[in-house]
């Protein structure tokens, strides 16, 4: 009942920011970000690598026309945990790439084909490269882009403690995923009396509702999947693909650590009741 | 405890000689293995050890970091990244330092939080507490410029907003604040050089504090450790012996505490962060909020909670000295807040402003959030200055047990089991 009318009250206050005039739109305020069901949430979470495949085409064919993602090599999309390609067709795929190295014997720079150690190419030489392009914006890079952004609270300051243990409780860590997708998914024709910037588009989950990144997917404009890709394109499919793949590239040692994780909990825990039990049997003869 | 005889006896002919030379064996017998504890130490008392745990963590996790981390401004985010990546077990040791922090911080507020309560701190236990209050400062000076090495965008402006408030001493001598925030920095502004000094401070400090803990230990082990019912030991079957009586409970609690760190490191690793510290440091962009870590909150919000910014650093700074001064404002000459009707109603008012000051210092700075703030500073301060020096006069404490074994068994109880514990190698 308490949780009905807490949505309700958020939805009515989202409403009211979407409808409302420009200056609380002008605003950066955060905005109620909806949570997604995810493989990878919670304790048991695990990526699932058909997912993490379909979000790197996504990647590949749209995000990294503009962004980079420095911190993630070819040989990481062959590991376990993550998308898991065969090694000889990521081997095919890195030489594909030109890459620059060298110098070479003659203090030459040279190209050679990418190699499996190489990071996933950058589409621009260095941020003034970009920034031209892009009419001054800076895309940023994307290997870290689902743990630096999170969802902010937003309900009543009294039940703030109890939403932080929640979410300890249930060990969630996908708030950038959230966002994320919210992101890719909430580009909306402006309200009537919005005067957007020069180059600005509107989404209804970006803090001041104003981004300088294009749709970079759309209702009619996604890409279409493969047959045997485990799942049929449409834009929320695609979000919520290349979302997993972008919380991967994000964490790569995701399902080791979880898998790890619950090992140690029962060693602790069992040592913990023995432990008790030796106490309570000690303390027996003094107490 | 200072007359406590260890019964240490050498079991062979090695230990006997090294006894006649060098008798760390029959120090450490002393001090931890028969030394008499209070038999009514409730799992509060468990946390010191915790904290030595905690301590050892940080410190052995921290020296494998140093030696994958690269201490400059253009390498440091990568090789933490790095480390989460490509180190073998980099993730693991990682969220073990970075989550340890906040363990290590949250145990030691429930220390010091007990302190208060069971009154640690009143005679003789003074230097006791005193060293506990410089081990806390030099824990957050710690804290503080660990969390500035993984040069993300809230270490970049945290240790930015932080080390600016020594310039308000300019309104003190004009210039002096300037010349020590340039002195800190080693240059115009937070860079490179700043990062490679906090880098070698960090790296320093933890063995700064680990001679603290152990003059801390000392202190303690000369007067003897407080219980719930502030009484001294006065008679053998008062205590039991640490070993393995108190080391048993210890193991027991720090497991259970051990449990809630997995919990976090392998479940919730960044809960307790901010997700702007995954952005790499960038001078030219301020984050929309710079919010301390959370255990140095309350006193980030009493810093806000003063109009002048001069007037915030002394108050910041005050919350923190006037620790020391504990001892000294409490005029009650009952230690512990169990026998203290009145003032344990303050106790709570200040466990709950503390909280508060935590919530607000995590908010902006403005209209409602700033008036809390200033509300509660005021009570933070008010109950050291005024509640602690007048209700100790004025209160009439409830009548205390005749002895710590009365206080546990009941006023019959000296039976059987006290004698147990006052002879336990005869059972």
Known sequence: ?287 | MANHESTYVPSSRFAKWMDERLPIARMMHGQFVDFPTPRNLNYLWTFGGILSFCLVVQIVTGVVLAMHFAPSANDAFDSVEHIRRDVNYGWLIRNIHAVGASMFFFAVYIHMFRGLYYGSYKAPREILWIIGVIIFLVMMATGFMGYTLVWGQMSFWGVTVITNLFSSLDGVIAGLGTKIVQWLWGGYSVSGVTLNRFYALHYLLPFVIAGLVALHIWSLHVVGQNNPTGLDIKAKADSVPMAPFAVMKDLFALSLFVLLFAWLVFYAPDWLGHADNYVEANPLATPAHIVPEWYFLPFYAILRAIPSKLGGVIAMFAAIAILVFVPWLDTSRVRSTKYRPIYRWFFWLFVISCLALGYLGAKPAEGVYVMWARVFTLYYFAHFLLVMPIVGIIETPRQLPRSITEAVLGPGGGGAKAAAAAAPEKR
């Open chain 1, 1 to 287: 009942m308490i949780t009905r009318t807490i949505r309700t009250a958020l939805q009515a206050l989202v409403l009211a920011a979407v409808v409302a005039p420009t200056p609380l739109l002008a605003a950066s305020e955060a905005v109620h970000i909806d949570r997604q069901k995810w493989s990878f949430a919670g304790v048991t979470g695990t990526f699932d690598k058909a997912q993490l495949q379909r979000g790197y085409q996504i990647y590949k064919e749209v995000c990294a026309v503009c962004h980079a993602m420095k911190r993630i090599s070819f040989r990481n999309l062959a590991q376990a945990g993550g998308p898991a390609f065969p090694e000889e067709s990521v081997k095919a795929l890195a030489a594909s790439f030109k890459v620059e190295d060298g110098p070479d014997d003659n203090g030459k720079m040279f190209q050679r084909p990418g190699k499996l150690a190489d990071p996933l190419p950058s589409p621009f030489k260095n941020e003034k490269e970009a920034r031209s392009i892009h009419n001054g914006a800076y895309p940023p890079d994307l290997s870290l882009i689902a743990r630096a952004r999170n969802v902010e609270y937003l309900g009543p300051w009294y039940l703030h403690p109890f939403s932080m243990v929640r979410d300890v409780v249930n060990g969630y860590q996908e708030g950038g995923a959230d966002y994320l997708y919210a992101l890719l998914t909430g580009y909306r024709n402006p309200p009537g009396n919005l005067k957007l910037a020069d180059g600005m588009n509107f989404n209804a989950a970006f803090p001041g509702y104003q981004i300088a990144m294009v749709p970079p997917l759309a209702k009619d404009n996604f890409i279409k999947y493969q047959a045997d890709a485990g799942a049929t394109g449409s834009l929320e499919q695609n979000a919520r693909d290349v979302t997993a793949f972008l919380s991967w590239a994000a964490d790569p040692k995701h399902d080791e650590r979880k898998r790890m994780g619950w090992k140690v909990l029962l060693y602790l825990l069992v040592t913990s009741v023995l432990l008790y039990f030796a106490k309570k049997r000690l303390w027996a003869k003094v107490h």
